[in-house]
């Protein structure tokens, strides 16, 4: 069971780095958003949830043996600061902004079921409802950026159409 001890310890820092990178890229986000304010309101929600669910993951980590990384949480942070930056060169920047959130929460959920499952197996059970807590705050999410990008590129479109500010 140390192996697999070991593997969650280090999955786990890898999840609370992912978690302060997206952190970051939402608070880029929401201060860029001007024009799609459901957009802007339901990512500040999930903010706020990331923000618990990095809490959370810490107060898991400090449970785990191994070292905290503290290295590659400035990774993250510069990583997340990159990827908001792009998004200032594209004319397109909200539909751009919408897929990436899209994927990085299917990453998320993806993530989450494999700490999920071996905290099941090495028998952590406070892990497990957490980790539980988090999964469906990712898919809930998900699912409402799935259901909003019809209606954002339709409301980009029609705006840069008109001539309108469009972009974000």
Request: hydrophobic letters at 40%; one cysteine or more; glycine letters at 6%.
């Amino acid at each position: 069971m140390t192996h697999a001890r070991d593997h969650f310890a280090v999955w786990l820092r890898d999840a609370h780095a992912m978690e302060v990178q997206g952190a970051t890229m939402l608070r880029s986000q929401i201060g860029r958003i001007e024009n799609y304010p459901d957009l802007r309101e339901r990512l500040q929600e999930h903010l706020g949830e990331t923000e618990d669910q990095a809490q959370s993951l810490r107060e898991l980590m400090e449970r785990a043996p191994g070292p905290q990384s503290v290295l590659k949480d400035v990774a993250s942070k510069l990583s997340a600061t990159a990827q908001g930056l792009t998004g200032l060169l594209a004319s397109d920047e909200i539909v751009r902004i919408c897929t990436s959130i899209y994927s990085f929460e299917h990453t998320e959920i993806a993530t989450y079921r494999v700490l999920y499952a071996a905290a099941d197996e090495i028998g952590d059970g406070k892990a497990v409802d957490v980790l539980g807590k988090i999964i469906e705050q990712e898919k809930a999410m998900a699912d409402w950026i799935e259901s909003y990008l019809d209606g954002v590129t339709r409301l980009y479109l029609m705006r840069e159409e008109r001539d309108l500010i469009a972009k974000r």
